[in-house]
């Protein structure tokens, strides 16, 4: 079984600073990991995902990822934050092409 | 190129009522899945069809049931509707593991 734990459900952050988000997996084989975004009363948009090869992986937006398989984890993070990025984002881990199990998300707030 | 569209966009409906909700995948997308979100979650896997086929099936009872039409259209069936099946049902469509959301459809159950 696969389950995701995204620590922090809300994360604020001052425009031009750093975002991070944290996003810890388990799953019982190499899983393949997935970032997305919601923004209110929309659907979810891929950010990022990571398949095999090269962990650390780009995105849109200026967000990347990186792939560590000693900790289990896959952290977001973009280096200069945006108005335009407030919004809830996902984790999601799926073991095949099959279903994706989310973690539970967290809210991004940006300061002007 | 047309993304993942799904009908209606906002439902109302009374506990003990059934409902249809519609999807129609991404121009050359195979594989449906659809999920449902409730208020301050994150998605739940419902089930996926591929070849008008149920695939694999999540934790959800028999009240939840789907069809996958030749065309690869998709459709959800809630019977016997509980206030808790209120919810944003989306759905998702793919040709490999990367998969599209639609906008979803926002069922409230009164």
């Known amino acids: 079984a696969q389950s995701v734990t995204q620590l922090g459900s809300h994360v604020s952050v001052s425009e031009g600073a750093l975002v991070l988000l944290r996003c810890n997996y388990s799953?019982?084989?190499?899983?393949?990991l997935f970032w997305y975004v919601q923004y209110p009363n929309q659907g979810l948009q891929l950010l990022l995902k990571y398949t095999t090869g090269a962990t650390l992986v780009k995105g849109i937006n200026g967000f990347e990822a990186e792939f560590k398989k000693s900790e289990t984890s896959f952290h977001l993070t973009k280096p200069s934050a945006h108005m335009s990025d407030a919004a809830e984002y996902f984790c999601a881990v799926s073991p095949n092409d099959y279903k994706l199990s989310f973690g539970a998300g967290t809210t991004v707030t940006v300061r002007a | 190129d047309a993304g993942v569209t799904q009908s209606p966009t906002h439902l109302i409906k009374t506990r003990g009522q059934q409902v249809t909700l519609r999807c129609s995948p991404k121009?050359?997308?195979?594989?449906v899945s659809w999920y449902q979100q409730a208020l301050g979650q994150g998605p739940q896997f419902i089930f996926q069809?591929?070849?008008?086929?149920?695939?694999q099936r999540g934790n959800f009872p028999d009240r939840f049931s789907g069809h996958q039409f030749p065309n690869y259209s998709s459709e959800l069936n809630v019977n016997a509707l509980l206030l808790g099946d209120s919810a944003l049902y989306l759905c998702?469509?793919?040709?490999?593991?990367?998969?599209?959301f639609g906008p979803g459809t926002r069922l409230t159950v009164t």
């Open positions: 998702a469509s793919s040709a490999d593991v990367e998969q599209y």
């Open positions: 799953s019982s084989v190499p899983p393949y």
């Open positions: 069809y591929y070849e008008e086929e149920e695939r």
């Open positions: 121009s050359g997308h195979d594989t």
